[in-house]
């Protein structure tokens, strides 16, 4: 996630942070390089204009107190303004009094609407909100089969009038359903279009004064830089939207919206979308995504991410033994990568160590799909040789290869990794760092 943004703005502070005596000719210097890493980030040029002149008028106090390590105050000046430019604090759900609370999800065809309207419903479903979800996207062919399914996946109450064209009909019909259900939020995927067009707006428009929602989420395409600040500008214009929920995260965004949309609308980041599978939709917090862009980490949304997804017990269990004089061996790593794999992608969960940035986790080759090649040779191990790797000489490491379909110089490696891995157990977070450079165990 920004990764090149995170690379670029780093390289430009580390500049400054490398001298002993900061002046202003370095800061002005410093700040034209950061201007220039925004603006080809496509964060707006008048937000990126503001927000340097708010650094440089802080920064050049600094430098004039000639303070001990002023570049490490520079980066302290940077992040604070990052955390302002991203929307300054987490901004959740603001439920009804008395429920349900309706959520109108609006957004251009392939923002990831529907989807996005499924992965809302299963958070809100863990979060004991009883979502209750309606399909009033007539329009696009398929969408209503397409949420039916995704509440069938979710295990969520669904509204759906195949065939009728009446929106305002069919969500009033729906806030019916919902109640009877006892449903506590209502989430009404509407209809997108290609590009934003009146006719579009005034449904919309029609549809809120129809059930005045307590919520107008937009889903934007994080992807897309400018243009999401652009059609979120359009959206909040005619709809007034209460936030937005930027999708493909997980992907190449260069961080432009994600530093433009609040600047320019106001309306706070709410959620992105950070996978395709439905639990792959996270709060956002400013403060932590400012961390995580410089490098700093964002250790609290990983131990939410694992308190949510990793079982407690097998974790205490794989702790205790990972400590203990014998520690882990082959078939206890093997349960423990696997749940790391239910934290999502390996390099984003890596991308939220502190001190770990894109250059260590490109140089360490992280690829989930190593995982199973792992998984492969360790299955085709016997149990006395997972629990005691210095027996697999040459003859049993062929036999080994053979059995898994892979090569005998990756069991090689991975049997020399895991060496490693034991040696990082002991050696905490330095030991992780230093690991970066040659590969965990299924990376690579």
Same mark, same amino acid.
């Given at each position: 996630m920004f990764d090149e943004l995170s690379s670029k703005l780093n390289a430009a502070l580390q500049k400054l942070?490398?001298?002993?005596? +900061?002046?202003?000719?370095?800061?002005?210097?410093? &700040?034209?390089?950061?201007?220039?890493?925004?603006?080809?980030?496509?964060? #707006?040029?008048? &937000?990126?204009?503001?927000?340097?002149?708010?650094?440089?008028?802080?920064?050049?106090?600094?430098?004039?107190?000639?303070?001990?390590?002023?570049?490490?105050? +520079?980066?302290? /000046?940077?992040y604070d303004e990052l955390v302002k430019l991203l929307g300054e604090k987490l901004a959740p759900i603001a439920y009804a009094m008395v429920p349900p609370t309706i959520i109108m999800v609006v957004g251009l065809q392939g923002s990831g609407k529907t989807t996005t309207a499924?992965?809302?419903?299963?958070?809100?479903?863990?979060?004991?909100?009883?979502?209750?979800?309606?399909?009033?996207?007539?329009?696009?062919?398929?969408?209503?089969?397409q949420l039916v399914t995704l509440a069938k996946q979710v295990d969520v109450g669904v509204h759906a009038e195949p065939g009728v064209s009446d929106v305002p009909g069919i969500v009033k019909r729906a806030l019916v359903a919902a109640e009877r259900a006892r449903a506590r939020t209502v989430i009404v995927d509407t209809a997108g279009r290609l590009q934003i067009d009146d006719a579009m707006m005034a449904e919309l428009q029609g549809l809120k004064a129809a059930i005045k929602p307590h919520e107008i989420l937009l889903v934007a395409d994080g992807m897309t830089g400018q243009d999401a600040v652009r059609i979120a500008s359009g959206f909040h214009e005619a709809l007034g939207i209460t936030g937005v929920v930027l999708t493909k995260m997980d992907g190449d965004a260069r961080g432009g919206a994600a530093l433009s949309i609040y600047g320019i609308t106001k309306a706070p980041i709410k959620? /992105?979308?950070?996978?395709?599978? +439905?639990?792959?939709?996270?709060?956002?917090?400013?403060?932590?995504?400012?961390?995580?862009?410089?490098?700093?980490?964002?250790? &609290? #949304? &990983?131990?939410?991410k694992a308190q949510s997804t990793v079982d407690a017990a097998e974790a205490e269990k794989l702790a205790k033994k990972a400590t203990s004089k014998k520690g882990m061996d082959l078939g206890d790593f093997l349960t423990a990568m696997k749940q790391i794999q239910k934290m999502g992608p390996l390099k984003n969960v890596l991308g939220m160590l502190p001190g770990v940035n894109p250059a260590m986790l490109s140089a360490a080759k992280v690829d989930d799909k190593k995982i199973k090649h792992v998984e492969a040779i360790v299955l085709s191990m016997t149990a006395r040789e997972r629990t005691d790797p210095d027996l697999i000489n040459g003859s049993r490491r062929m036999r080994i290869a053979k059995g898994s379909g892979r090569s005998v110089q990756e069991v090689n490696q991975l049997l020399a990794q895991f060496k490693q891995m034991q040696k990082m157990m002991k050696g905490g977070g330095k030991g992780i760092r230093s690991m970066m450079g040659k590969g965990f165990p299924g990376m690579g």
């Open positions: 942070t490398g001298r002993g005596v +900061l002046n202003e000719e370095a800061v002005t210097e410093g &700040l034209r390089e950061i201007r220039r890493v925004l603006l080809e980030a496509d964060v #707006s040029f008048e &937000l990126t204009r503001e927000f340097l002149e708010r650094v440089r008028e802080q920064a050049v106090g600094v430098a004039a107190l000639k303070a001990v390590r002023p570049g490490q105050q +520079l980066v302290k /000046i940077v499924g992965k809302l419903a299963k958070r809100l479903k863990l979060e004991q909100k009883a979502p209750f979800l309606v399909a009033a996207d007539v329009y696009r062919p398929a969408a209503v089969d959620y /992105i979308g950070v996978g395709e599978k +439905l639990d792959a939709l996270e709060p956002f917090h400013p403060e932590r995504m400012a961390g995580r862009i410089l490098q700093q980490g964002d250790v &609290l #949304s &990983l131990v939410e």
